[in-house]
């Protein structure tokens, strides 16, 4: 069974720096696209970064210039590095990836969420 797992997250002050890490695993072949997500309570999961299986990225404009987004592929993980925090950036977590794995009978892909990670960015 795929799993994903996200870690990293906590509390910083603004001007700071996290850095979340999603972990994949099961029978996994490979990560193919991966994103991240956040979700204030009572709004809507929005977009915030997301990489291409070709290694293409793209950001939400509100961070772009302070998130990074990284796959690494031999790991089965995906980063978001997150500088020049701010109070805004509060919210939770959530990656998503699109997950090539193998079972008794083939190899199928499908997207999967983690449980999310708390960012909370506060003096």
């Known amino acids: 069974q795929v799993q994903l797992v996200e870690s990293g997250g906590g509390l910083v002050q603004p001007g700071g720096s996290l850095r979340l890490s999603c972990a994949a695993s099961?029978?996994?072949?490979?990560?193919?696209?991966a994103g991240w997500y956040r979700q204030v309570l009572g709004k809507e999961r929005e977009l915030v970064a997301i990489?291409?299986?070709?290694?293409?990225?793209n950001y939400a404009e509100s961070v772009k210039g302070r998130f990074n987004i990284s796959k690494a592929n031999a790991k089965n993980m995906v980063h978001l590095q997150m500088n020049s925090l701010k109070p805004e950036d509060t919210a939770v977590y959530y990656c998503?990836?699109?997950?090539?794995?193998?079972?008794?009978?083939?190899?199928?892909?499908?997207?999967?969420w983690g449980q999310g990670t708390q960012v909370t960015v506060s003096s």
């Open positions: 099961g029978n996994i072949l490979s990560i193919r696209s």
């Open positions: 998503n990836a699109d997950v090539t794995y193998s079972t008794g009978d083939g190899y199928y892909t499908r997207p999967y």
């Open positions: 990489v291409t299986s070709a290694g293409s990225t």
